[in-house]
């Protein structure tokens, strides 16, 4: 007799623990479809650019940065003179900053890099 308490006592212990870990999970599980549903939410989000705006960027010996231009912008680079290197999308590289006026059309990103010193490049985009 005394085994057999010693048995069910320890069967709804058991009995417990795994009623317990389930509910436990279930409310993990909600937690994390409630957790994606906010972030695709906020991937859905449309952001408004304005009609005009600047994004620096310094340019430092061996980094490439790959500028993405908005769709329906137009883009144009200032470094107060000074030369870096310029590759547009499909195109070749170029040294840039002597003030002469480029026309990159119908690209939809361009690289910059480093020429003979640690820059920042002001990347200027307006609406067509």
Same mark, same amino acid.
Not at 7 to 15: E, S
Not at 97 to 116: C, H, I, Q, T
């Given at each position: 007799?005394?085994?057999?308490?010693i048995?069910? !006592?320890?069967?709804?212990?058991?009995?417990i623990?795994?009623?317990?870990?389930?509910?436990?999970?279930?409310?993990?599980?909600?937690?994390?479809?409630?957790?994606?549903?906010?972030?695709?939410?906020?991937?859905?989000?449309?952001?408004?650019l304005?009609d005009? %705006?600047?994004?620096? %960027?310094?340019?430092?010996?061996?980094?490439?940065?790959?500028?993405?231009?908005?769709?329906?912008y137009?883009?144009?680079?200032?470094?107060?003179?000074?030369?870096?290197?310029?590759?547009?999308?499909? !195109?070749?590289?170029?040294?840039r900053?002597?003030?002469?006026?480029?026309?990159?059309?119908?690209?939809?990103?361009?690289?910059?890099?480093?020429?003979?010193?640690?820059?920042?490049?002001v990347v200027?985009?307006?609406?067509?």
């Open positions: 007799m005394k085994a057999l308490k048995i069910g !006592g320890l069967l709804l212990v058991i009995g623990i795994v009623v317990l870990s389930v509910i436990l999970h279930r409310k993990h599980e909600e937690s994390e479809r409630q957790k994606d549903k906010i972030e695709s939410l906020k991937k859905a989000q449309v952001v408004q304005p005009r %705006y600047t994004e620096p %960027y310094t340019l430092k010996k061996g980094k490439v940065i790959r500028v993405n231009i908005p769709s329906g137009t883009s144009s680079c200032s470094s107060g003179g000074k030369k870096y290197y310029k590759q547009p999308q499909n !195109g070749k590289k170029e040294v900053g002597d003030g002469g006026n480029y026309r990159d059309k119908y690209v939809a990103y361009f690289d910059l890099s480093f020429y003979e010193e640690e820059i920042e490049v200027e985009f307006k609406k067509q």
